[in-house]
Nanobody, 117 residues
Framework: QVQLVESGGGLVQPGGSLRLSCATS????????MAWYRKVPGNQRELIAS???????AYADSVKGRFIISRDNVKNMVYLEMNNLKPEDTAVYYC???????????WGQGTQVTVSS
């Protein structure tokens, strides 16, 4: 069964850190680039970070220098380390394949991140 389960969200103060985790099941996730997305109510879902099968990463300008994406292909996990969080980072965070057309088939429930004092 193909599944994505995100965890690790919560309430954090500005300047704080969180680490999100994504448990994947299904062989497709080991053989393709993975990504973290986020969605704010009223806005479209935004791809913020991606990691290729070799571990090379790319980031949206809004998170570059603050977030780190990584993957563990043995444990079938994808992670997002978020540092120096800002109120504008408040969103529901999702992991999925980086190909946004293929991703339509696999959305999970996401995990809420709220940055507020």
């Amino acid at each position: 069964q193909v599944q994505l389960v995100e965890s690790g969200g919560g309430l954090v103060q500005p300047g704080g850190s969180l680490r999100l985790s994504c448990a994947t099941s299904g062989s497709i996730f080991r053989t393709t680039s993975m990504a973290w997305y986020r969605k704010v109510p009223g806005n479209q879902r935004e791809l913020i970070a991606s990691v290729a099968t070799d571990g090379s990463a790319a980031y949206a300008d809004s998170v570059k220098g603050r977030f780190i994406i990584s993957r563990d292909n043995v444990k079938n996990m994808v992670y997002l380390e978020m540092n120096n969080l800002k109120p504008e980072d408040t969103a529901v965070y999702y992991c999925n394949v980086a190909n946004q057309i293929v991703a339509r088939n696999y959305w999970g429930q996401g995990t809420q991140v709220t940055v507020s004092s």
